[in-house]
């Protein structure tokens, strides 16, 4: 098949990139590179710089290919930041979302897989957290994503789109071959910071809060290997090949660690300390987030295969490794 990969050159996006080349799929890959990098896509894969919002790129790029569908990592994925800059998520992730449909619409391009969030719960009020659990965010970037899912099942009745929308629980990890990884300006996740510490990189790792209701105080995620987020988007467009709609599913390990376990994994795997420091909650983070996945694993066929948390920093280790990564 033949894909457009908007947001190719981001974290997420490109390792879906080297996944699809690994199963012989054309890509073309479109990113305005405001966070991106460019270096995370292969000089073998066709790339286009341009923005989603550009709806007249938009039209060219969709005239000079004839594309199966489309998968859509662009967006602003910063919490802290949405709140400060609303104008800023509900324009690049709801309006530039909405130019992009229209093109496809008008390019009679029908598939789509929307990279979504966990984001789009808010507070959880459920251990593990399935596709029935209220979607109520507490921040612009939740909204922003929630608002989409509702675009996408109203252009399902009245254009006939079929989509997917995958949110993402934390999505983590590199891909194995330790070449493409995790690198975002500033640094806001946990591994990464984790791993930074490790190195001497910057200050010590902050501990954001010690006294929430878990079993060591610290907050507990479920950690996704990014490669295992790859292989559902894949899974999700072969879905929609004979389920017309849209579609959401969860994407998670199914299984919580908290910040302690997961300082403790990476001294394990690197053999060497986390120099860390306990620091006051930040704002927003709800104690524990872990996924219910059931209906991923049911209904797409969907299996991670990189599920331990050592695994998992393992690989984003490697990539921390590599010169000037
Ligand atoms: N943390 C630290 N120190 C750091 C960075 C993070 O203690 O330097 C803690 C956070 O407080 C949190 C945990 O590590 O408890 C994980 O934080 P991340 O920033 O790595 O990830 P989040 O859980 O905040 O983010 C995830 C997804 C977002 C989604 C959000 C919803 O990555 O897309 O959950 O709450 F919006």
């Known amino acids: 098949m033949k894909f457009l ?11 879906m990139v080297r996944y699809l080349d690994s199963k012989q799929h054309e890509v073309v890959v479109y990113d305005d590179l405001s966070t991106g990098h460019r270096e995370a896509v292969s000089p073998d894969v066709a790339f286009v710089q341009g923005d989603i919002g550009d709806a007249a790129a938009l039209s060219r790029l969709f005239a000079a290919h004839r594309f199966d569908a489309v998968i859509h990592f662009c967006a602003r994925s ?4 949405s709140v400060v800059k609303p104008y800023l998520y509900y324009g690049n992730n709801v309006a530039n979302t909405l130019v ?24 959880p009020q459920a251990d593990a957290i399935d596709e029935t659990h209220p979607t109520e965010p507490i921040n612009p970037y939740g909204q922003s994503k929630l608002m989409v899912e509702r675009i996408l099942a109203d252009a399902a009745r009245a254009y006939g789109l079929r989509s997917v929308a995958l949110r993402y629980f934390n999505a983590a990890g590199a891909d194995p071959s330790g070449s493409i990884g995790e690198g975002h300006d500033p640094e806001t996740h946990l591994i990464p910071n984790v791993l930074k510490a490790v190195l001497g990189q910057g200050a010590a790792l902050k501990v954001f809060g010690a006294d929430y209701d878990t079993r060591d105080g610290t907050c507990v995620r479920d950690y996704i290997h990014v490669n295992d987020l790859a292989s559902a988007h894949l899974l999700a467009i072969e879905y929609l090949a004979d389920h017309a709609g849209a579609f959401t599913f969860n994407l998670g390990n199914g299984e919580g660690f908290s910040v302690r376990e997961v300082i403790a994994a990476a001294e394990r795997v690197t053999g060497r300390p986390v120099p860390h420091e306990l620091a006051p909650r930040r704002a927003g983070d709800p104690a524990t987030l872990v996924a219910s996945s059931l209906k991923a694993r049911e209904r797409l066929g969907w299996q991670p295969r990189i599920t331990q948390l050592d695994e998992i920093l393992a690989s984003a280790w490697r990539w921390h490794l590599q010169p000037g990564y």
């Open 5 to 15: 990969i908007c947001g190719g050159a981001g974290y997420v996006g490109s390792h």
């Open 78 to 81: 910063l919490v802290g930041e």
């Open 100 to 123: 992009l449909l229209a093109a496809m619409r008008d390019a009679g391009v029908d598939r789509l897989v929307f990279s979504s969030t966990a984001a789009v719960f808010g507070h």
